[in-house]
């Protein structure tokens, strides 16, 4: 290993609710053990958002929270998420506004999902090996437009509501460019995914990307309907690189994918603006398995990776955490959620035990 320069970083973790705070501690400590591998320092602090958040303070994002948001170089973030908000929609303060106003407030305005499958994981898919092996994708989902932010309405009675999606050309031209520089350093194909036969938002988001890719040559540019492209997700995933998509959209679409990489407990993303980013699982907060130490904490150590990776520029350090991960896994161990008919009982674990095979692993790699 060669020896790095000292790195000093501000981490903010925000373990939210549910199984947020299971996974998230391993995210954590494997952040910790890199910094003592390769000689960094990473200072810890830490935040509420979300039900939790709520609970506490009445507030899904408490002031204190965001300002701390505000000066770490990074986020690692668990999940948000609680029954009662399912069971009564009716209720005003949600623990999901916490996590769009800190997108909104921090500008975090392009998700980053990488999709890709382990080998070791081909048979834990519901999906044909032959038709998963070798896929690797990644998804630029657009985060702070659409629907989610557009203006919401309904009659007083019930009987209609509504939610105005809208875009404007720069905030699709700002994720497009993103994208399109993430493509020329993979496989230098971009797919972008719209519904530009029928709505209107989507119409710009097709005019704004045909003349970004300009700027591009050297990127091949394809457009697909998200009605096509969440079939061929599944036909054939190895057809994609890039693919660059609206919020709702690659909100759906990358939940789909998570088949594609055999569970969302090892799907981890980054949400990337021009300043502090945010890292985190996409698998949400799980809460019928909260507190059993049954969840899969490789989404936040993935997550923790991305951190390293596209935040803090440290390759070696990501691709130590990367190949921890690997060799876990041919070892054979596996959490519920990834295990198959050949997994042998002695190999499951759960959240701490996985997580404590991963730090072992990084100490002697």
Known sequence: MAKRDKISKKILVIGGDGIGPEVTRWGKRVLEAVAEKYGHEFVFDEGLMGHAAIEATGNPLPDDTLEKARKSDAILF????????????????????????????????????????????????????????????????????????GEKKKADDGSWASDLMIYHAYEVERI?????????????????????????????????????????????????????????????????????????????????????????????????????????????????????????????????????????QMQEEADAVLRAVEQVLKKGYRTVDIADKHTENSMIVGTDGMGQQIIQQLAYS
């Not at 975090?108 to 092996?133: G, H």
């Not at 690797?136 to 629907?147: A, N, Q, S």
């Not at 949400?271 to 936040?300: C, R």
């Not at 150590?301 to 990776?309: K, P, T, V």
């Open 78 to 149: 668990g999940a948000i998420g609680h029954p009662k908000y399912d069971q009564d929609p009716s209720l005003k303060v949600r623990p999901e506004q916490g996590l769009l106003r800190i997108r909104k407030e921090l500008g975090l305005y392009a998700n980053l999902r990488p999709i890709k499958l382990f080998d070791e994981l081909l048979s834990a898919s519901s999906i044909k090996p032959e038709v998963l092996k070798g896929a690797d994708i990644l998804f630029f989902r657009e985060l702070t437009g659409d629907v989610y932010f």
């Open 176 to 312: 497009a460019r993103k994208a399109f520089e993430a493509a020329r350093l993979r496989r230098k194909k971009l797919c972008s995914v719209d519904k530009a036969n029928v709505l209107e938002s989507s119409r710009l988001w097709r005019a704004v990307v045909q003349r970004v890719a300009a700027d591009y040559p050297d990127v091949q540019c394809s457009h697909m309907f998200v009605d096509n492209a969440a079939m061929q997700l599944i036909r054939d995933p190895l057809q994609f690189d890039v693919i660059l998509t609206a919020n709702l959209f690659g909100d759906i679409l990358t939940d789909e994918a998570s088949q594609i990489a055999g569970s969302m407990g090892m799907l981890a993303s980054a949400s990337v603006g021009d300043g502090t980013g945010l890292y985190e699982p996409i698998h949400g907060s799980a809460p019928d398995i909260a507190g059993k130490g049954l969840a899969n904490p490789l989404a936040s150590i993935l997550s923790a990776a991305l951190m390293l990776q596209i935040g803090f």
